[in-house]
């Protein structure tokens, strides 16, 4: 019902930036909650930012916060992640995904995602 199309990774140096744009298609406008997640290489793939349908409702992974920044423009149908103060342990795919769910203090929980991106990389160099 929704493809996700994810895009902006790309190889960084520590300490630089990069914006993850997710575009979003085929499902009923702002009716999804939408979330990023990675997953390095032999991990698991772990929470990193979520935001309402509204966008005023957004939450992020310890390990990220002041330093991205999810949002989201319902008119483009497109949720962006900006992420600054790269760091090595950024490196991974990140995936966008989106989610039917209201409680909005599940959005961390990966399986409760109806629909995925097939994931940017990101590398950062040190």
């Known amino acids: 019902q929704v493809q996700l199309v994810e895009s902006g990774g790309g190889l960084v140096q520590a300490g630089g930036s990069l914006r993850l744009s997710c575009a979003a298609s085929?499902?009923?406008?702002?009716?999804?909650?939408m979330g990023w997640f990675r997953q390095a290489p032999g991990k698991e793939r772990e929470f990193v930012a979520a935001?309402?349908?509204?966008?005023?409702?957004?939450v992020y992974a310890d390990s990220v916060k002041g330093r991205f920044t999810i949002s989201r423009d319902n008119a483009k149908n497109t949720v962006y992640l900006q992420m600054n103060s790269l760091k090595p342990e950024d490196m991974a795919v990140y995936y966008c995904?989106?989610?039917?769910?209201?409680?909005?203090?599940?959005?961390?929980?990966?399986?409760?995602?109806?629909?995925w991106g097939q994931g940017t990389q990101v590398t950062v160099s040190s």
């Open positions: 085929g499902g009923t406008r702002s009716s999804y909650a």
């Open positions: 995904a989106a989610t039917r769910l209201v409680n909005l203090q599940r959005l961390s929980e990966k399986p409760l995602y109806d629909y």
């Open positions: 935001i309402s349908r509204s966008g005023y409702y957004i």
